[in-house]
């Protein structure tokens, strides 16, 4: 692959489009599922879809302007991404789990003019959210038959809040109706839309990502197009024997996310073709539609890894079913979200396919090492990219400088100063050593981020302080990095618990209190992402406390060494299916 044919200069991501439109304008860029069958979106469609949108969002965002994606993977959802970006505007995408609550706090932090919406679900969420959003200019409907008044109507039929008949015909737009103002632009002056693409600084910020912050609510990380460009530059360099033009890819990662997003971004560079798909479907398809790219989080690595080994007591035999699995293609394999296990790492690598693993974070655009064809280890995370210097602090912390670095949280500088040395190095919140040979492996968390086996990232912290104020319970702590789903161990307080118990006429059973923990359980669920949700518990019976060594002298929870104590409880809890 010829890297300097991509790299030979830096180019904002809509630029990359373009630039390469001529050569690649009739040729598939997205296949669709419609019913069996599979319909291709050419390169040409997709970038009027982008230069129509662009010049739409013109008419209602400055350059600098924020607007949010609140939607699922669809063509739309990268056209729409790469809209913003081309009118010179900052892309904000929402995880499409997001409450009515989060979705509301991005829009209005990020202090959004325009939000794109898709699916019955999201849009009643997001009218909702409608008191935190009236910053908002515009809202665009990505699907023509989604009815907002209906959605309003039974809102306040409920008793909520919710936008007026009047207010909604005067900010909600639809997807088509957005086009045919911005095509119609386009033929006043066919010229427009490239001078725009032009006037856009490599150093304006091109896209904010919220992270999962470990204690109250996430932060924005506004990328410059030079973090995010330079980043793909040694992306491309060490992964390049592994890459070329045209591949093959199924996308089911959620474009919210920057390793969907990631996905597409390198689908555009290289002129693949991409099959787009979903959670549920996605490993059915591999044997019909056998891509040559599959990036996944851990959990797909291990499902058919599983099934292959399944297959046969015999080595030969389940690399042949792996083969048959994924389609027998696969020539790029990525696995991000989380760590994986180093069978599944062998399994494939005898198949010959290197699932390829890297370290990284999204104030980091967001990749610092990464294993590669030529240098990997299966007990580390690779080697520092080109452009990245990385060193370990004293305690251990790895250190990051690089043009790929973030220069600070959105409207948050307490945290940025937090964050960053007084020389200047990202504080990345994790523990690292070197091996002999210079690659990098991961030993702790300093952090208390969870990340689940899908790839979703948790901060326990925001999921615990919900029980904060409840009288039955003293202390609640979630567990559930590399897992499927999260569990808790759950300090009741007895008293409270056996008056609870007793003014309801039932006696203090062990029954009758997990009962009365599950309904206090099921109440915070309900205001959380589905992966944020706690699906089993354990209540614990002796107290957390400062002498026992699992609170600190201000009663903090000691949570590494609540789950160094309680390891094989939380553990037990995965045992059996939620």
Avoid at 403 to 429: I, M, R
Avoid at 498 to 518: F, N, Y
Avoid at 554 to 578: C, D, M, N, Q, S
């Amino acid at each position: 692959m010829d890297v300097q044919k991509y790299f030979g200069a830096l180019r904002t991501p809509p630029q990359i489009v373009f630039d390469f439109l001529p050569e690649r304008a009739t040729r598939p860029r997205f296949m669709i599922k419609e019913g069996q069958d599979w319909r291709a979106v050419t390169w040409q469609a997709f970038a009027d879809q982008i230069r129509d949108v662009a010049l739409y969002l013109g008419t209602e965002m400055q350059t600098g302007d924020r607007a949010c994606i609140f939607a699922p993977n669809r063509v739309e959802w990268m056209s729409a991404a790469l809209a913003i970006q081309g009118m010179g505007g900052v892309m904000v995408p929402i995880y499409g789990s997001s409450t009515a609550d989060q979705a509301g706090y991005v829009i209005e932090h990020s202090d959004a003019k325009v939000v794109f919406v898709d699916t019955e679900g999201m849009l009643a969420r997001l009218l909702e959210a409608w008191p935190m959003l009236d910053a908002v200019r515009r809202v665009v409907l990505m699907d023509d038959t989604l009815d907002p008044q209906a959605l309003a109507a039974e809102l306040r039929g409920k008793g909520k809040t919710a936008p007026s008949a009047k207010e909604l015909d005067q900010r909600f737009v639809t997807w088509s109706r957005a086009r045919a103002l911005g095509a119609a632009r386009h033929r006043e002056d066919e010229g427009a839309f490239a001078r725009g693409l032009e006037a856009i600084s490599l150093d304006q910020p091109g896209v904010m990502l919220y992270t999962s912050g470990t204690s109250g609510r996430p932060k924005g990380v506004p990328l410059t197009h030079r973090n995010v460009g330079t980043n793909g530059r040694d992306w491309f360099d060490v992964l390049a024997p592994l890459l070329d033009e045209g591949m093959v890819d199924v996308l089911w990662l959620p474009m919210s996310h920057i390793y969907g997003f990631g996905e597409a971004g390198i689908g555009n560079q290289l002129g693949w073709v991409t099959y787009l798909s979903d959670p549920r479907d996605v490993l059915d398809e591999l044997p019909k539609v056998r891509p040559s790219v599959f990036m996944s989080v851990p959990s797909y690595w291990d499902k058919l890894a599983s099934q292959a080994l399944a297959a046969s007591v015999e080595r030969k035999g389940q690399i042949a079913k792996l083969r048959e699995l994924t389609g027998g293609q696969f020539r790029f394999c990525l696995s991000g979200g989380a760590g994986l296990k180093r069978e599944v790492k062998e399994l494939f690598h005898e198949a010959g396919l290197l699932i390829v693993e890297g370290y990284g974070l999204t104030e980091c655009s967001p990749t610092l090492t990464m294993n590669r064809p030529d240098a990997f280890r299966f007990d580390s995370v690779g080697k520092p990219f080109p452009s990245v210097e990385l060193k370990l602090a004293e305690d251990g912390e790895i250190l990051a400088k690089g043009p790929n670095v973030f220069g600070g949280y959105h409207k948050d500088p307490k945290a940025t100063q937090e964050c960053f040395t007084d020389d200047g190095w990202l504080k990345t919140g994790d523990i690292g050593r070197w091996t002999d040979d210079g690659f990098l492996q991961i030993v702790d968390r300093k952090k208390d981020i969870l990340v689940t086996a899908g790839g979703k990232n948790v901060a326990p912290a925001n999921i615990e302080v919900r029980f904060r104020d409840d009288a039955l319970i003293d202390h609640v702590v979630v567990y559930g990095d590399g897992q499927k789903f999260l569990v808790a161990g759950v300090w009741p307080n007895q008293p409270a618990i056996e008056a609870a118990l007793k003014e309801q006429g039932a006696t203090s059973s062990p029954e009758a209190i997990r009962a009365l923990l599950d309904k206090r359980i099921e109440r915070v669920n309900a205001e959380l992402a589905s992966y944020e949700t706690i699906k089993k518990i354990a209540v614990m019976d002796e107290p957390l406390s400062v002498e026992g060594g699992l609170l600190t002298p201000t009663l903090k929870v000691k949570r590494k060494a609540v789950y160094e104590r309680y390891g094989k409880v939380f553990a037990g809890l995965y045992e059996a299916k939620p």
